[in-house]
């Protein structure tokens, strides 16, 4: 199998701190700083309500990198014991502990200067490196889904996960 190497084509610029991204704020607002040269690219964005980013998480630790089953630890902080939590394969959760550390989210897109884009709903750290960009459109949309019977009891004890 061969290597595969990206470049990132931008990186979020943000006044909050990691700790805000830590604890799940759904409010935080930021940029999308999108580096000179991948400015053309953005031709045609104006007008998406939301948008996809596909993230390079460059601040897992090594050990994060790898690991096929984890426990999902944010449970920890709404009550559970690590003890209490079953483990999982990361396929299956939101961790950022993962084969390959690329994350993906879904922001609000407020606005658009030249090749910066304002955004809300982040959930990435200042700095973090972007390696693509996609328009959200009606089509990903699924209104029937499914969801496995330990998402259902972990959600009924914490609330909401």
Known sequence: MSEILFKPIGQIKA???D???RAERKDL???LEVYPQFEPALEGIDGFSHLFLLAYFDRLRPDQIGPLQVRPRRLVNRGFK???LPSLGVFAL???TRPNPIGLT???LLGREGR???VSGLDLFDGTPIIDIKG???SYRVDEFSVPNWHKTMQDAAGHI
């Open 106 to 108: 879904l922001v609000r």
């Open 82 to 84: 690590l003890d209490e």
């Open 136 to 138: 959200y459109r009606p």
């Open 29 to 31: 607002e930021g940029e």
């Open 15 to 17: 006044q909050f701190s």
């Open 116 to 118: 910066f884009l304002k």
């Open 94 to 96: 939101d961790s950022p």
């Open 19 to 21: 700790a805000d991204v």
